[in-house]
Nanobody, 125 residues
Framework: QVQLVESGGGLVQPGGSLTLSCEAS????????VGWFRQAPGKEREAISC????????YYADSVKGRFTSSRDNAKNSVYLQLDILEPEDTAVYYC??????????????????WGQGTQVTVSS
């Protein structure tokens, strides 16, 4: 069964940090670009970062640029999203996803086919 699983979410105070992980089962994650998305209650899904297979090309939404960092360890078949300087507005369910083929055309949800179940990030004092 092809599956993505996110982990690492939780409750953190403003200014704090979290590291999210994305692991694959049933397929080799290091054969795909990976995207990170989030959805807050009552808001549309937002693409926040995409990283290519080699990990040397990344995209970040303006809302997270300079605070979030994508990386990957292909030896561990895992992709990570480091969240720093967290703000209450970052509260959302965070998802990782892979495109229908090896590469994404655009870092936007409609180009991604396999999704994880999400992990909740709550930023609150």
């Amino acid at each position: 069964q092809v599956q993505l699983v996110e982990s690492g979410g939780g409750l953190v105070q403003p200014g704090g940090s979290l590291t999210l992980s994305c692991e694959a089962s049933g397929f080799t994650l290091n054969a795909f670009d990976v995207g990170w998305f989030r959805q807050a209650p009552g808001k549309e899904r937002e693409a926040i970062s995409c990283i290519n297979i080699r990990g040397d090309d990344t995209y970040y939404a303006d809302s997270v640029k300079g605070r979030f960092t994508s990386s990957r360890d292909n030896a561990k078949n895992s992709v990570y999203l480091q969240l720093d300087i967290l703000e209450p507005e970052d509260t959302a369910v965070y998802y990782c996803a892979t495109p229908g083929g090896p590469h994404y055309y655009h870092c936007s949800g409609e180009y991604f086919a396999v999704w994880g179940q999400g992990t909740q990030v709550t930023v609150s004092s």
